[in-house]
């Protein structure tokens, strides 16, 4: 069955830029994580949605906003672009508490 | 506050040797937890998890062993090969899966032929 995919891959924006990206998870899966890797911080949660809800939020400004639509794929949106946004953004999908999250190859953001 | 510590951010092994990464926790009500490996430039990969009642898992050349008095884990690889170097991350979830994912921040494992 198809995986988590996220699009684009690979993304430069600048400063000040607005930015969507975008994540269709394993069909049937309801939760869709998104977390920010950045060198040294490892994954860091943004925040989950499930059934269209956003069920968690991770510690970032309110420039990162994210939604699930009624076939589970899900958006994030970052609104004014700093240069430390740039980070690979991952996206995950689960089929529920035991199954472990399913991760897409990511979009690779870079501001300049 | 970090809940889930991997204190060693490079680990070189020996091809054919054994590979120990090691993660602690904080969080007492973490009930799951779970090994990830990742490639450069490639989204993160399930590798092995255990549940809080149990304290050894294995599966193939990796085994995890959980110490909750310590809220310490490990991950054993057996024998280490070099397409097992990677960045490997520990993760945690508590409150049965209601609350998010919480990792830590990776071992890079590298393995020397």
């Known amino acids: 069955k198809a995986g988590v995919t996220q699009t684009p891959r690979y993304l430069i924006k600048t400063r000040g830029q607005q930015v969507t990206l975008s994540c269709s998870p394993i069909s049937g899966h309801r939760s869709v994580s998104w977390y920010q890797q950045t060198p040294g911080q490892g994954l860091q949660f943004l925040f989950e949605y499930f059934s269209e809800t956003q069920r968690n939020k991770g510690n970032f400004p309110g420039r990162f906003s994210g939604r699930q639509f009624s076939n589970s794929r899900s958006e994030m949106n970052v609104s004014t672009l700093e240069l430390g946004d740039s980070a690979l953004y991952l996206c995950?999908?689960?089929?529920?508490?035991?199954?472990?999250?399913?991760f897409g190859s990511g979009t690779r953001l870079t501001v300049v | 506050d970090q809940q889930v510590k991997q204190n060693s951010p490079s680990l070189s092994v020996q091809e054919g040797r054994i590979s120990i990464l090691n993660c602690d926790y904080t969080?007492?009500?973490?009930?799951?937890f779970l090994w990830y490996k990742k490639y450069p430039a490639e989204g993160p990969t399930f590798l092995i998890s255990?549940?809080?009642?149990?304290d050894k898992n294995e599966d193939g050349r990796f085994t995890v062993f959980l110490n909750k008095s310590a809220k310490h884990l490990s991950l054993h690889i057996v024998p280490s090969q070099p397409g097992d170097s990677a960045v490997y991350f520990c993760?945690?979830?508590?409150?049965?899966?209601?609350?998010?994912?919480?990792f830590g921040k990776g071992t890079r494992l590298s393995v020397i032929a």
């Open positions: 969080n007492s009500m973490f009930d799951y």
């Open positions: 993760a945690a979830w508590g409150d049965s899966g209601n609350t998010p994912l919480v």
């Open positions: 995950a999908s689960s089929a529920g508490h035991g199954a472990g999250y399913t």
């Open positions: 255990i549940s809080s009642i149990k």
